[in-house]
């Protein structure tokens, strides 16, 4: 039976070299951090309780990293909500009583810039948009994108 390795069998250096390991450090750099020898560094990596902290310190590290992409999805996301709020207003811009023409064009345009598109190189999943029909009303009252996504 395997006895796990336990993470309290190791030195404060070793420790410290374990997160460096796990951040990707040589193990010249370690070793020069930590004040030991290059081959200390190759002897601990063959230990189970020094692998233990490493691999401990990747899943922190990896951890926190999708913690930190969540956050950040979350604030392009209300971005991006207030982004197509704002586009949908400028699509109904008006200067005085009459349609602000450029404005509402240049929101358009903004718009299908981004409406994604992909060659049938990509594979049989792939979409692209169709045809795209831009309305705008001689009343200036409304602009309407419509868009048909099919199989290429």
């Known amino acids: 039976m395997t006895v796990p390795a336990k993470i309290d069998d ?4 070793e420790r410290i070299a374990a997160l460096l390991d ?8 370690i070793a020069r951090a930590v004040g030991v020898a290059p081959a200390t560094i190759s ?10 902290e490493v691999a401990r310190w990747r899943s922190r590290d990896i951890a926190l990293i999708e913690e930190i992409l969540e956050r950040v999805r979350v604030e392009i996301a209300a971005a991006g909500v207030e982004a197509v709020s704002t586009l949908r207003t400028a699509l109904g811009a008006t200067r005085g009583k009459h349609p602000d023409w450029k404005v509402r ?8 810039s981004k409406v994604p598109m992909q060659s049938p190189a ?31």
């Open 122 to 152: 990509d594979g049989p999943e792939a979409r692209a948009l169709a045809a795209v029909t831009l309305v705008i009303r001689r009343d200036g009252t409304e602009i309407e994108i419509e868009g048909e996504a099919v199989e290429v």
């Open 105 to 112: 064009l240049d929101a358009a345009s903004a718009i299908l």
């Open 10 to 13: 190791l030195s404060s250096l």
């Open 22 to 29: 796990a951040r990707g450090e040589s193990r010249d750099a």
């Open 43 to 52: 002897k601990w990596r063959g230990r189970g309780p020094y692998r233990a």
